[in-house]
């Protein structure tokens, strides 16, 4: 018995050496002889780094319809390692996304890469078609593909997101950081055939937030299409129109014509694609008369009723001014000087306050100095500091001339008038989603008193002066008109180029909304209160009757 017990010990002991000899033999085989192949294998299964983009906030109007928000697409990749055939991989491809087959046959045939991509955002349901094919070496993820559903509606203002998620212009760009969110992480681990065979999240993403505007769509969508047709009659180059609440400084509308498809951003020409209201000046001409006159009632040298004898023209150094229309001389009150918008009359008024006060008043309206808005870009104007003033400047600069502004810094400053002399600063964003509205940045402009004068004076502009074409049936208007001549390359002015632009505050008595419109070079009229002064009433009207605001003036019209 002992020895059949021994010897069942020694033949299992014989096969563990016989069985650790040959993984001794298989271990020196696959090292030596198979080491090469199997290298190459290894490294077939591999691991690849997907970046995850973060779904981006959406863009609100005021009423809570969507401006810009994103769309489920699916963004297709490749590791040419693992395609056995580049060129009946294109092809699927080519067709089923509607890729060009050439430069990705390129890609999917070039070895050196190990990631490439075949098509960014790709049409979900195209992608999901050619996944099914279940073609080696190709691999998807979800991504979000940016759109504007209301097309042209504010595209200056939303502005662009780059196939990478992040804002390039416009309010995209200015509040990408809250828009944005933050990336996530994925490690995909792949076998051979390039398969995934497992999926390590590394790092979530976490969503952008919601931005919620001021603009409404439907005043921004109808001052556009105002805007539009204007710029049609007229054969002007572009027009502007800023559509403003004076109480909060929150803008409603800020539209530019021409406009373009925000889903085409990047094809449209550059020219469009800039927000004139923000970032272009011009000579505002008369409209800048309510500076002038404001300064000399505020420092207590005139009141409304003080009256002028003013000739037809004056002389200012070595330039002879005079007013639009031809006339005699005449006996105007301050009040005058405005509504029948008289140059002779306000330089008058600008020598009495001379150039110190009335560069000190110039910058307290805010010319010169950005708004603050919150919209990239923006210009502050181009005001000659006073002491590069020549003997001419208080010529100029007084009725309009030799001053560059923006649209949203003539806004404002009306805006400041029709808020009791209180001016607040324009803002596009009412809130972020998750957070509370930014304060109200104010500032006294000028008193009560000379608000009350200004507004009575610049309805006496609508009702009997320049204006007269920016009358709202039903409501009382307070407006101002001008037209500027353009500078040219020369150092002068051109002979046929203007900008015609209104002004104006409505109700009038309890105001709500600051309406400017300005026009770049009309044909066939180039007045303020011919070409620009209709487009606020038109503008104001629609306003009015959307927002409900009851008439001031009934009977009138």
Do not use: C
Request: net charge positive; hydrophobic share 40%; charged share 20%.
């Amino acid at each position: 018995m002992t020895r059949v017990v021994n010897r069942r010990i020694r033949l299992f002991l014989a096969a563990l050496v016989l069985a650790f000899g040959l993984l001794l033999m298989r271990a020196a085989w696959l090292q030596g002889v198979r080491a090469q192949s199997l290298s190459r294998l290894a490294r077939t299964q591999h691991r690849e780094q997907v970046t995850i983009p973060a779904g981006r906030g959406t863009i609100y109007d005021r009423t809570g319809v969507q401006l810009a928000l994103g769309e489920q697409a699916i963004t297709v990749y490749a590791n040419p390692h693992q395609i056995t055939n580049p060129r009946a991989a294109a092809d699927a491809a080519s067709r089923a996304l509607g890729v060009d087959e050439g430069p990705l046959l390129a890609k999917l045939g070039d070895r050196s890469h190990g990631f490439v991509y075949v098509a960014r955002q790709a049409d979900a349901r195209r992608a999901k078609a050619l996944q099914r094919l279940k073609i080696p070496g190709f691999g998807f993820y979800p991504e979000e593909r940016r759109i504007y559903p209301l097309g042209s509606v504010a595209a200056q203002v939303l502005g662009y997101v780059g196939i990478d998620g992040t804002g390039l212009s416009g309010l995209e760009v200015a509040n990408n950081g809250a828009l944005a969110g933050r990336a996530g992480q994925e490690t995909v681990v792949t076998d051979p055939g390039g398969r995934t065979i497992d999926l390590l999240s590394d790092r979530p993403e976490v969503e952008g937030r919601d931005l919620y505007l001021t603009i409404d769509q439907m005043i921004q969508s109808n001052a556009e299409s105002v805007l539009r047709e204007t710029v049609r009659k007229w054969g002007a180059k572009s027009a502007t129109a800023i559509v403003l609440d004076p109480r909060t400084g929150a803008i409603l509308a800020m539209a530019v014509e021409p406009g373009f498809d925000a889903n085409s951003f990047p094809t449209a020409p550059r020219d469009l694609q800039r927000n004139r209201a923000v970032t272009d000046t011009y000579e505002p001409g008369s409209t800048f008369k309510l500076v002038t006159v404001g300064a000399a009632l505020s420092e207590h040298l005139v009141t409304p009723s003080t009256r002028f004898v003013l000739p037809y023209s004056i002389q200012v150094a070595d330039r002879v001014i005079h007013d639009a229309e031809p006339r005699g001389t005449v006996n105007y009150s301050v009040a005058q000087i405005l509504s029948h918008s008289s140059n002779v009359g306000a330089i008058t008024l600008a020598q009495l306050l001379g150039k110190d006060r009335l560069a000190s008043w110039i910058s307290r309206f805010g010319y010169g100095e950005k708004t603050g808005v919150d919209f990239p870009g923006e210009s502050s104007g181009i005001v000659l500091p006073k002491d590069q003033w020549s003997g001419s400047t208080i010529g100029n600069v007084p009725i309009g001339q030799g001053i560059a502004v923006t649209p949203v810094q003539m806004a404002s400053a009306y805006a400041a008038v029709a808020n009791h002399g209180i001016w607040s600063r324009p803002h596009l964003v009412d809130h972020v989603a998750g957070g509370g509205r930014p304060s109200l940045h104010r500032r006294r402009l000028v008193s009560r008193p000379v608000a009350a004068e200004l507004m009575t004076m610049l309805r006496d502009v609508v009702a009997e002066g320049t204006g007269i074409y920016g009358a709202i049936p039903g409501y009382q208007v307070a407006g101002k008109t001008g037209t500027a001549q353009k500078p040219d390359s020369h150092g002068g002015y051109s002979a046929d180029k203007y900008v015609a632009s209104f002004v104006g505050i409505v109700p009038a008595s309890r105001p709500r909304l600051v309406v400017l419109v300005a026009v770049d070079e009309p044909h066939g009229a180039i007045w303020g209160g011919v070409v620009a002064a209709p487009a606020f009433a038109e503008i104001g009207r629609f306003d009015l009757q959307y927002l409900e605001v009851p008439p001031d003036a009934p009977g009138t019209g």
